[in-house]
């Protein structure tokens, strides 16, 4: 049952009103109750100088640990949803996604941008939980097929931040063919020898983890994430009995050979860095 | 033991009562020419109204209709001769994805590759409900590159009600092998056509359903999510499957319409699994069809084709 708490702990502490918060307030980690100054918190990269807890985190704080000098350019920030299938179940999708969008100030769950990381040119696509789950409809697809295409274009590496419940329901169809879309850009972009990095964080299941995010040069995760296709209630219903202590955890993952391993956000930056640079 | 749908019903009844005019008259000899004939044709037309106005839930129940035609019978009926290859070379054998070389009126070697559903309890367990595991899909990605290599057509038969949800599969990877799939078969050099013949759930059907061309027979369903699961999710209960399945627009029409598939393969009036025999030879005709034109098209052209296709689909504001 541990990481069903560590989850629901992670759910209540939203990185948004952290984000907002006035210097001088105080955070404090769900995981091991330590109160610690937020300007401390965001020099350990969000993360729990006491218990290294790692707090979810969005794309603007990725974009701002990872690009040099915080400068980047954002790629289509416009862009938003459509409703195909004027989709309503209890809620109209339009007024979810209005409502949406107001509370969290995004356009959808993922933004991309382009910049530099330690002098070497970078793509990112960063998912936000925020953001109706971090459900992959139209614009996810789009966005993340585009930025690829920006990848190809300019001959720089891809890193994908994939944090995300999987398909959007209400986009159907729409939703399911974006992991198709995607995955036939990541083979052009294999193809083409250009590295792409998939940096699954917590939590990234269903069909995220089957497609985009499981198909990195190297798929890497941070300490803790949960990582899975079935999520573990559905699998819980499916075998009847508990799941074991650690189940579909990023180290669980690792052990059976789905990550190249895992990394501690404090160092993302600079292994990220060696690594793009042994390869070039 | 026929199952009947509950639409099905009225049908049903006057087709018994037909059965009981014709076996009075003989019994009687009394000549009931007329009668029968008026009753043959209320028949037809209660089926053609039926059918033309099913809901996407009631099509939804045909795709499960257990006595629907599943992969391996398509196969055994279009070819006419079938060597079935099992094994991910790696794990085991899924019996809930399976494959091999068939041979189509000795015009067409094919690589066929499907999920195979069970039709009584132990066939249903044995084939996993049609639940492939990750070595499902490996096996499916080494038949399909088996194909390539031997440069012969792969024609994927698509019918699950998802990729397996177990403990097993996801220690072994069931994101990651659908993913590598997804992925891969954009690339193969040889004709890929995908075709669900039943249930189309989410990437568990995408896992083998990236193609050339991707046609959904008349009464099946391909979607994200099943109704049921997708009622579970929006409306917290499991009460409001059909009203998911209108939201969803699942259904092959629904499908086409937004130009997320090819095309609608028809099937016999009142549904496959009334007449195997024509529902296969449509199919078998549709694949024929379908193979002579691929072969036509340059093959790098035909995977710049099958990536672009899937790149336009999505509806955004910009
Ligand atoms: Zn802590």
Redesign the pocket.
């Known amino acids: 049952m541990s990481w069903f708490t560590r989850k629901d702990k992670g759910i209540q502490t939203p990185t948004e009103a952290k984000r907002e918060a006035p210097d001088g307030l105080w955070y404090q ?1 769900p ?2 109750k ?1 109160a610690i100054h937020t300007r401390e918190h965001r020099v350990f990269a969000f993360t ?1 100088s ?2 290294n ?1 790692h707090e979810k985190i969005g794309s603007q704080e990725y974009f701002e640990l990872l690009f040099d000098e915080t400068k980047y350019t954002e790629l289509d920030p416009m862009m938003g949803s459509g409703d195909p299938l004027e989709f309503t179940d209890t809620k109209k999708y339009v007024d979810r996604i209005k409502s949406t969008e107001y509370k969290t100030g995004l356009k959808d769950a993922v933004r991309t941008a382009v910049g530099n990381m330690n002098g070497l040119p970078l793509t990112i696509s960063a998912m936000d939980f925020s953001f109706i789950g971090g459900s992959m409809g139209s614009v996810v697809g789009e966005k993340i097929a585009r930025g690829i295409d920006y990848s190809l274009k300019h001959k720089q590496p891809f890193l994908m931040i994939s944090r995300s419940g999987g398909a959007r329901m209400m986009e159907a169809g729409f939703s399911l063919m974006q992991m198709a879309k995607t995955s036939a850009k990541l083979a052009l972009l294999a193809e083409a020898g250009i590295p792409y990095i998939s940096l699954l964080t917590d939590p990234t299941t269903g069909g995220v983890t089957a497609s985009y995010a499981m198909l990195g040069d190297f798929n890497i995760s941070e300490p803790g994430a949960l990582i899975g296709f079935a999520g573990p209630r559905v699998i819980k219903e499916t075998i009847g009995k508990d799941l074991p202590k650690g189940f579909q955890s990023a180290e669980f993952v690792l052990e059976h050979g789905f990550l190249d391993f895992i990394v501690d956000r404090k160092d993302l930056k600079d292994k990220l860095t060696s690594l793009l640079q042994m390869l070039q | 033991m026929k199952t009947l749908l509950e639409f099905e019903k009225p049908i049903a009844e006057l087709e018994d009562k037909l059965i009981e005019m014709r076996k009075l008259a003989i019994e009687n000899n009394v000549d009931v020419t007329e009668a029968v004939k008026s009753l043959t044709e209320k028949i037809l037309e209660l089926k053609q109204e039926t059918f033309s106005n099913l809901t996407r839930w009631q099509r939804v129940q045909l795709s499960r209709h257990p006595d629907r035609p599943y992969t391996l019978d398509y196969i055994e009926k279009i070819c006419s001769e079938f060597i079935e290859i099992h094994g991910d070379r790696s794990v085991a054998d899924d019996k809930a994805m399976v494959g091999g070389f068939g041979n189509i009126d000795d015009e067409f070697s094919v690589m066929f590759i499907g999920q195979q559903k069970g039709r009584n309890t132990k066939q249903r367990q044995y084939r996993n409900f049609g639940m492939p595991n990750p070595e499902g899909y490996r096996k499916a990605l080494r038949l399909m590159k088996m194909a390539e290599k031997f440069n012969k057509p792969v024609v994927c038969l698509i019918d699950t009600p998802g990729a397996f949800p177990g403990l097993e599969a996801e220690e072994r990877g069931q994101g990651e092998a659908i993913a590598r799939n997804i992925r891969d078969m954009f690339m193969l050099k040889v004709p890929v056509i995908c075709i669900i013949i039943g249930e189309g759930a989410s990437g568990g059907a995408l896992g083998i359903a990236v193609g050339d061309k991707v046609l959904m027979m008349e009464n099946t369903w391909y979607s994200v999510i099943s109704p049921e699961s997708c009622s579970s999710i929006l409306w917290r209960s499991w009460n409001y499957k059909e009203q998911a399945a209108e939201a969803l627009k699942l259904t092959a029409n629904d499908m086409l319409s937004n130009g997320l598939i090819d095309g609608i393969i028809p099937e016999p009036l009142g549904g496959a699994h009334l007449d195997h025999d024509g529902a296969a030879k449509t199919l078998k005709e549709v694949i024929k069809r379908e193979l002579t034109a691929l072969n036509k098209v340059n093959p790098q052209v035909r995977i710049l084709d099958r990536i672009e296709k899937f790149s336009k689909m999505g509806v955004v504001q910009e």
């Open positions: 980690c995981s091991c330590k729990c006491n218990c807890y």
